[in-house]
Each structure stands twice: as structure tokens, then as C-alpha cells.
């Protein structure tokens, strides 16, 4: 284990006469205010509307329009626009909010139902469409002006102030969905329509449940309760069918591709080529294991040609769709773990690698946007542990330029042009934005804002890093109590999720921690967190770790953080409780029962404690299927330590959970029952996998409470 860790001192004070006396903490505050008061300054609805000028939203819903210097050129209030809504017979509007740009000059606002177009020289309003109050998923086309949307389960486009077209129609009965995020949003999905470049042509995902088992969940708001029947397609189950469907306004015409059979694949990274006329698509075999990049002719569905294929020994997992940074059609970008971390490839239309554009032990976490020219791209890569770093690269080269000197953690406006902002946020800067240039060259500095947690009493935070006992390094973060006394003992709360696409350690302004965790330190506790193997943006190796054999490798590296807070002499090595949600859940109740008397009290949220009883795409990408990995779903089965509790465990579910079903929490309580164990259990009545709004202060105070409670025993 190294004995060097980074310590960063959290705050710097002067003390003077004028000085200001910092507040102290509360849980309700820290909890309920986490992304308000106590989130620094930033700017918000940040879009590029032109090279030279952008536009984002003030602190009392005004549309600042601002250019690269910095200057604010012009300033929208709602004031000015309901005299002429109401003209137009739509609703009022309380904040000016665009909600899509048609050009530099004129951009949407939604008025309940209606799109109103606003030019920003004179004001003018006018009538632009009409969209349904109850129109979800919605993708607007700024080169066509169409709008696609869902209501209910079927897609319709509208394309004028009075015109809508049923794309699909599909009966409720049917139990088909289209134009929604299939694959329960994994594989990078986040929506289910897509618009060509032109916005002649929508592209759209469709799933039929109707394979699928009904999961019974239920309402308990009605006398008596009533059934609230889901799909939800568990490990070694019935999948529901995916098909991509295209539709091309105009001629009315929908194809869907001809993707063939199994039906139970998984289709996902659906993009047009530039000139609409082709679609890529990524399908993979239910095993996971084997990615297919095809080629399908848009007009007719028909399949043209497998560029590549990749094939993984453990699995595969695509996450973004080709990119063409030059518009032409003839080159694309591919991101692929193949060569171990997460890297941008490019090939020709027809499939021909061209070279690997980025390279090294790191991952690629994004490409931003590219130049004018399409020559160069901007990418958002790892940098060590914990920290982010913003990149132009050559496409043509491969030649890459850091353009972000700080540590910390970055996020990246851009479009296509050759000026980008970048938001820098660590301990030492709670959000700086600057604009830059494609050469790393600032422009201006538009906001500057401090920390927020600064006016608070927050204790010291340090990064330390363990050492796995494969040697892998790995990232801690431990946070002391304002009124540390290294002389003293104190209890640690251990906060885990340690799952996979997580990371928890961060270089951000707090660390990546949640505010409550600064809270829980001033109550006398060492709040410690690792980043053990399995969990996300340290490569493949890393997060393949744990294939098949879910929670046992975490475990080991959790343990090694445990060894860590021991050599500690202000630790009380006696005193410690483990706390985490979902993932985090499954971890600290895998923590209490196979490995007893390491902590005394656990606090599990949403545990999943049987991985047969998850969902399909995440369970069997990690563990196969229950009858191909028999012996991992028997291990990772927490119903089978039941009889080894020791200590103090409080297990939490909400009650309308439809992402870890509440059949995790029930079925491990009877096994604790009938091996005579005493737990305690809370549900969350109309809660799903969170709880979330002002109930979280309410569970947040009994996940402390229940740990102060038992340490003061």
C-alpha cells in the first residue's frame, strides 16, 4: 500500500475583522440545497448559436445573448414577449427559455402546447406549431423545422402550426412502443428518434414487449390497492424484440430495416449517413460478446454490408454512433475499447480502417465537437486517477494537442466552429469558464465563480491511493471533521458503490462526494471512499474484473481500503458502518454478510441481492446468463449468507421500485427470518429506485440517524 497520498487543503481562510463567520452545516441544507446554493455559480442553457455568439440563461430566466469576449449584446425578459403571446392567444411565460434555435437570430419558446417562434432583433412573435401537452421524447429539426414526439406509444411528426403526422399506430394492447429508448437505456441509449441532417427522414427505435414477463408492482394511493403490472425481462428470461424503423416525410413512406433474426438481439447506435441515404447500425448478440457495425440502405431497409465486427471474450459494449466530422459521407469516426481503453478509430464509408486516431492507457470519454473544417476534433479524455483533460485531435494524424492546463474536472460546450467553452471545476475553482480557441489560446474568462462550500465549516479532504492485491492502484477519498483532532479516535462511514460506468472519486470542487458526506464528517465520523476494480474509466482490464463473479473482486479492494483506514492513528478501527444505494447496495449488504464483523452497522438502499432477479442487458452483460454462470449467480446469491449477519443492518426499498424490484429486499428478509436474524427495513411509499425531492432529506437523516443511533449503543 503507498504511504503517499494527495492531500488537498479544502479551504483556505483568512482571518481578519471583516472576516465573515462561516456557517455551519445541516443535513437539510446540504441535502435538499446540494444543486442549488451550495452548486457554484455556472452558465446555464449554454448553446452556441452562431461562431462568434452564445446563448444561456440568467439567474431570473433571462436569455442573455453574449459573444466570445465575454459582453452580454442582448438581454430577452419575458416581459417583453407575453404582451405579444398574448396577442397569439398562448400561454404566458415566467422565464424566457429557448427551446430550440432556428437560427442566430429566432428561436422557439414552448407555451403549454404550442412553439412560438421569437425573432431577437425586433421581438416579433409568431405562431410556429402545435405539439400535444402530453407529447413526450421530442426531437426538433432545425434544418427541416419538424418535430417528432411519442404520445403514448406511437411516433408523429408535426410539420406545421396545424399539421401532425401518425408515423406508427400501434395499439396500447399491442404492448409495442415506438420511437422510446429500448434495451432499458443501456448501450448508450438515450432516446428513441433521430433525424436525418436534412430533417427529411426520422429514424426510430421500436420494442415489443409482449414476450416479456409482467412484473406486479403495486399502487397503495387508491382503497383498495391497486396492480401496477411492468415488463421487466430478468437474467435468463424473455427479452423483449427491437426493431429500427424509418420514416421519410414527404413521400409518407416507413421501412423498417431488415435486421434479420435472433429477435432477442440488441440493436443500438442507430445514425444516417450525411446525405441520409444509408443507416448505421450497431447489433449485438444476446451474449454480448459480438458487435456487428451494418449497413442498411435508408429507402428500402435492406441490408447492405458488416463493416467491421468486434468480438470480445467477456462482452462487448458500443456506446456512441459513427461520427462524420468531415459531412461528406466518406470517413467516419468509430469509439472502441478494443485495444483495452476507450479510443476514437477512423474508418472509410465502406469499412476500411483508416488508423487509430487516439491512443495510450486512457480512456476517450467523449468527442465534443470538431473544427470548421472537420480536420481536427475535440475530445474529453481521463487523465490519471481523477482528473479530466480536453484534447484537439488531428483526425488525419492522429497528432494530439492538450488544451487545458489545470487539474480538475472539465465539461465542453462546442459545436461545429473553432472556439469552444470550457467549464473547470476542482477544490481550488468551484466553476471557472473560459472560452478558448482550437489551440488552447483563451479568449475571454465569462465566469468566475467560487466555491460555494467555502462559506461553510468543511472539513479537510485528501485522495489517498491504495494498492489492490494485484497491484492496481486505486483512488480513495477521505474526509475529516471540521474540528479534527488527530489525538482522537474517530468512527468511519464507508460510502460504496463500486459498480460498473461509476466513478465516485473525482477531482471536481467536492471531490465527486455528496454534500451530506461533509455533514456526516462533522458528526465525528472519517467518511472514506475507493474506486475498486469493476467500477468506470480506468480501461478494460479494470472494469472486466469482476465478469461473472460479481461483488467478490469489490469486495477485496473495499477491504484493502478497510486495511488503509486501519494504519490510520485517528481511526477507531472498531467503530465503522458501510453505506450504499442500488449497486452500493448489493455491496454493503455483500460487505455484512460474507465478510462479518468487518463493519458494524450497514445501511443498504435498493440492494440488488440476487442477480437472477435483475434486468436482462446489465445483468447478463456482467454475469451471463443464470444457466451458462450457475455457480457466480450462486455466489453473488446474498440468501446464502443469511445466517452469518453480525452487527447492525437496515435495509431500505422503494416501494415502487421498477430498477431493483422490491422482490430483492422481500425474499432476503424471510431468509433472514428464518435464520432467526434481526434487521430492520424502511420502504418508501411512491418512491422508484431513488428517493428523491424532499422525502431524500427524510432518508438521508434515518440512513445518519440509524448509524448514530447504533455506534452510541
Not at 83 to 92: A, E, G, I, R
Not at 354 to 379: A, H, P, Y
Not at 496 to 507: D, E, K, L, S, T
Request: proline share 4%; net charge negative; glycine share 8%.
Amino acid at each position: 500500500m503507498l504511504k503517499h497520498f494527495i492531500a488537498v487543503i479544502f479551504l483556505v481562510f483568512s482571518f481578519s475583522i471583516q472576516a465573515q463567520e462561516l456557517k455551519t452545516l445541516d443535513l437539510e441544507t446540504a441535502v435538499s440545497q446540494e444543486y442549488r446554493s451550495l452548486y457554484p455559480d455556472r452558465l446555464k442553457g449554454v448553446e452556441w448559436i452562431s461562431p462568434t455568439n452564445f446563448a444561456t440563461i440568467g439567474d431570473d430566466g433571462e436569455l442573455m445573448i453574449r459573444n466570445t469576449a465575454g459582453d452580454t449584446v442582448r438581454t430577452i425578459i419575458a416581459s417583453d414577449l407575453n404582451p405579444q403571446l398574448t396577442k397569439l392567444k398562448v400561454d404566458s411565460i415566467k422565464s424566457v427559455r429557448p427551446y430550440a434555435w432556428l437560427d442566430a437570430n429566432t428561436f422557439l419558446i414552448r407555451c403549454g402546447g404550442d412553439l412560438v417562434s421569437v425573432n431577437t432583433e425586433d421581438l416579433t412573435a409568431k405562431m410556429y406549431m402545435h405539439i400535444p401537452a402530453k407529447a413526450e421524447n421530442i426531437e426538433f429539426s432545425s434544418a427541416s423545422g419538424y418535430m417528432a414526439y411519442t404520445l403514448e406509444n406511437n411516433v408523429f411528426i408535426a410539420t406545421s402550426a396545424d399539421s401532425a403526422i401518425q408515423v406508427t399506430n400501434h395499439s396500447k394492447e399491442s404492448e409495442i412502443s415506438a420511437g422510446v429508448a429500448i434495451h432499458r437505456s443501456e448501450f448508450g441509449i438515450t432516446n428513441g428518434l433521430f433525424w436525418s441532417e436534412d430533417g427529411k427522414s426520422l429514424g426510430f427505435y421500436e420494442m415489443d414487449e409482449s414476450m416479456v414477463t409482467d412484473y406486479p408492482l403495486a399502487n397503495y394511493t387508491p382503497i383498495p390497492a391497486e396492480v401496477n403490472l411492468i415488463k421487466y425481462p430478468m437474467a435468463g428470461q424473455k427479452s423483449h424484440h427491437a426493431k429500427t424503423g424509418i420514416f421519410v416525410v414527404g413521400s409518407e413512406e416507413l421501412v423498417y430495416l431488415k435486421t434479420g433474426e435472433p429477435l432477442d438481439h440488441y440493436l443500438t447506435n442507430f445514425t444516417f449517413s450525411p446525405d441520409g441515404k444509408k443507416a448505421y447500425l450497431a447489433e449485438i448478440n444476446r451474449n454480448q460478446n459480438e458487435m456487428k457495425l451494418n449497413v442498411y440502405n435508408a429507402a428500402t431497409g435492406d441490408f447492405e454490408k458488416t463493416l467491421f465486427t468486434e468480438i470480445d471474450a467477456k462482452y462487448v459494449e458500443p456506446e456512441q454512433p459513427p461520427y462524420f466530422p468531415k459531412g461528406d459521407g466518406k470517413e467516419f469516426l468509430w469509439m472502441s475499447e478494443r485495444d483495452g481503453f476507450n479510443h476514437i478509430y477512423s474508418y472509410t464509408a465502406d469499412g476500411k480502417l483508416l488508423k487509430q486516431v487516439t491512443k495510450g492507457n486512457f480512456d476517450v470519454l467523449e468527442i465534443n465537437g470538431q473544427t470548421t473544417d472537420g480536420k481536427t476534433i475535440i475530445v474529453t479524455a481521463v487523465e490519471g486517477l481523477i482528473d479530466r483533460a480536453i484534447y484537439a485531435a488531428s483526425v488525419k494524424s492522429g497528432k494530439m494537442k492538450k488544451l487545458t492546463a489545470e487539474k480538475g474536472s472539465y465539461q465542453v460546450t462546442m459545436d461545429k466552429g473553432d472556439n469552444l467553452m470550457v467549464a473547470l471545476s476542482s477544490p481550488e475553482y468551484g466553476n471557472k469558464v473560459t472560452i478558448v480557441d482550437v489551440n488552447g489560446k483563451v479568449i475571454s474568462t465569462p465566469l468566475s465563480a467560487e466555491n460555494p462550500l467555502e462559506d461553510y465549516k468543511i472539513g479537510e479532504m485528501e485522495f489517498p491511493i491504495i494498492t489492490a492485491a494485484d497491484g492496481t492502484k486505486l483512488q480513495g477519498r477521505l474526509i475529516k471533521p471540521y474540528d479534527f483532532d488527530a489525538s482522537k479516535k474517530y468512527p468511519v462511514i464507508v460510502y460504496v458503490y463500486g459498480g460498473p460506468h461509476a466513478q465516485m472519486v473525482r477531482n471536481d470542487y467536492k471531490g465527486g462526494a455528496n454534500v451530506w458526506m461533509y455533514e456526516a464528517a462533522n458528526r465525528g465520523y472519517i467518511v472514506f471512499t475507493v474506486d475498486n476494480r469493476g467500477s468506470g474509466n480506468r480501461g478494460m482490464k479494470f472494469e472486466q474484473a469482476v465478469f461473472r463473479n460479481l461483488g467478490t473482486v469489490e469486495m477485496e479492494d473495499q477491504l484493502k481500503g478497510v486495511e488503509y483506514l486501519k494504519t490510520l492513528p485517528y481511526v477507531d478501527a472498531d467503530k465503522m458502518a458501510v453505506h450504499g444505494w442500488s449497486f452500493g447496495g448489493f455491496m454493503t449488504t455483500s460487505l455484512m454478510l460474507r465478510h462479518p464483523g468487518v463493519f458494524k452497522i450497514g445501511v443498504a438502499g435498493g440492494p440488488v441481492t440476487d442477480w437472477r432477479m435483475y434486468e436482462i442487458m446489465y445483468g447478463e452483460r456482467y454475469m451471463d446468463t443464470p444457466e451458462q454462470n450457475p455457480e457466480g449467480y450462486k455466489i453473488a446469491d446474498l440468501k446464502n449468507y443469511a445466517d452469518q449477519l453480525e452487527g447492525d443492518l437496515l435495509l431500505i426499498h422503494g416501494l415502487d421500485d421498477n430498477v431493483v424490484v422490491p422482490q430483492h429486499s422481500y425474499t432476503l428478509l424471510q431468509q433472514f427470518v428464518t435464520n432467526g436474524k434481526q434487521v430492520d427495513f424502511f420502504t418508501y411509499p411512491n418512491h422508484e429506485h431513488n428517493v428523491r425531492g424532499k422525502d431524500r432529506v427524510h432518508l438521508m437523516t434515518k440512513v445518519l440517524d440509524y448509524i448514530d443511533l447504533h455506534f452510541k449503543e
